[in-house]
C-alpha cells in the first residue's frame, strides 16, 4: 500500500492503480511495446555480481534495444495502415538518478570486472533505457513517423523480487511495506503511459507517479543518447 500520493496535473497520482488509469480506455488498433521491466516490474540489482556484468548491461538495456529494433518495421507499417499511434515505453527507475557514472555510460567499461560496483552499473542501464527512448523519439521525428517513445520510473514496488536477498528483505518490513507500491499501483504509470489518451503526441519524456517528471541531466543529453545508439547497434550487429 503506497500510503502517500496526491493528484496532479493528469489527475492520477502515486495512488492510482493500472485499473484507474485505464478505465473506460478503448485500445482497439493501439499498437505498444513495453520494455525495460524484468521480474518484479524491475530488475533486481542485488543479483548482479562480478560474474555477470555483461549479462546484467544485456539483460537491462541490450536485450530491450534488439526486440525494439526487430519490431520496429512492422511497427511503423501498422501505423501507417491503422493510422492510429503507436507506442514505445521503457521502464527505467529514478536508481539512474541517484548512482551511476559520472560520464553517465562507460562504453570502454561494459566489463571491467575491476570497476565494477553494482548500483552505479544498475544505474547505467536504467539511464539507457530513457536515453534510447529519448534516440527513438529524435528517428520517429525526422522519419514522420506516427510513435512515440516514452521512459517512466514505475516506483519501488512491494514485489517478489525482494526474495532474492535476505538483508533486502529483512530491512522492508510489514511497516516498512506501507511506503511500497502495490503491484497494481507499480503497472500505473506504465499503463497511463502505454494507453492513456493525455499521453498521445508526447514523446522523449519522463514519467513518474502518472505523471510528467524531470530525469537526469544526463538523461537529456542528445550526443550520449546518439553514442549508445550507435554503441548497441555495434553490439546486436543491426545495421
Known sequence: ???????????????????????????TGLTAIVTGA??????????????????????NH?????????LLETMKSTARESQKEGRIVNVSGEIHQLFG???????????????????????QSKLANILHANELTKRFKEEGVEITANSLHPGVIATNLLRFHSIVNGLFSP????????????????????????VKGVSGEYFSDNNL???????????????????????????
Open 1 to 27: 500500500m503506497w500510503i502517500f500520493g496526491r493528484k496532479s496535473p493528469s489527475g492520477f497520482s502515486a495512488c492510482s492503480t493500472a485499473e484507474e488509469v485505464t478505465e473506460g480506455i478503448d485500445g
Open 38 to 59: 524484468s521480474s518484479g516490474v524491475m530488475a533486481p540489482p542485488f543479483m548482479l555480481t562480478q560474474d555477470n556484468i555483461e549479462l546484467q548491461f544485456g539483460t
Open 62 to 70: 541490450i536485450g530491450h534495444f534488439l526486440l525494439t529494433s526487430l
Open 101 to 123: 557514472y559520472p560520464e553517465g555510460v562507460r562504453f570502454d567499461k561494459i566489463n571491467d570486472k575491476s570497476s565494477f560496483s553494482t548500483w552505479p552499473a544498475y544505474g
Open 175 to 198: 511497516v516498512a511495506k506501507l511506503f511500497l507500491k502495490s503491484i497494481p499501483q507499480g503497472a500505473a504509470t506504465t499503463c497511463y503511459v502505454a494507453l492513456h489518451p493525455q
Open 213 to 239: 517528471a524531470k530525469p537526469s541531466s544526463l538523461a537529456k543529453d542528445e550526443e550520449l543518447a546518439k553514442k549508445l545508439w550507435d554503441f548497441s547497434l555495434s553490439l546486436t550487429d543491426l545495421k
